[in-house]
């Protein structure tokens, strides 16, 4: 079992991986599906046409079919999540996963 003292001084630059998925949001929807299940990734940061992080694509959003366009497959800017929470390389990884329990 980790030790709660581990934990405090873990961050999340130890826990987090450098190599990401990044998806525009004109990606079709089929496409974004197909990149994160190549790259066996469950979410990725979505762009805009000035590369400006706009939203998260997540495996949720993908399957959600209150998301889809009946008879269409539309865009990753179409489903994606909008709001982004971030925390910084240097923070506490217990930090990280309190906001994600509290915002899941």
Do not use: F
Not at 5 to 33: H, K, P
Not at 58 to 72: F, K, Q, T, V, W
Not at 76 to 94: C, K
Request: proline share 3%; net charge neutral; with cysteine.
């Amino acid at each position: 079992m980790v030790k709660a003292a581990m934990l405090s001084t873990l961050r999340v630059r130890d826990v987090m991986t450098e190599a990401i998925l990044l998806l525009r949001a004109e990606t079709s929807i089929d496409e974004a599906w197909r990149q994160m299940h190549d790259g066996r990734v469950t979410g990725a940061p979505v762009l805009d046409a000035r590369g400006r992080l706009v939203g998260v694509l997540s495996n949720a959003d993908l399957a959600d079919p209150r998301r889809r366009e009946p008879g269409g497959s539309g865009c990753v800017g179409d489903v994606m999540t909008r709001i982004v929470y971030a925390v910084r390389a240097e923070d506490s990884a217990i930090t990280a996963v309190r906001l994600m329990a509290e915002e899941s």
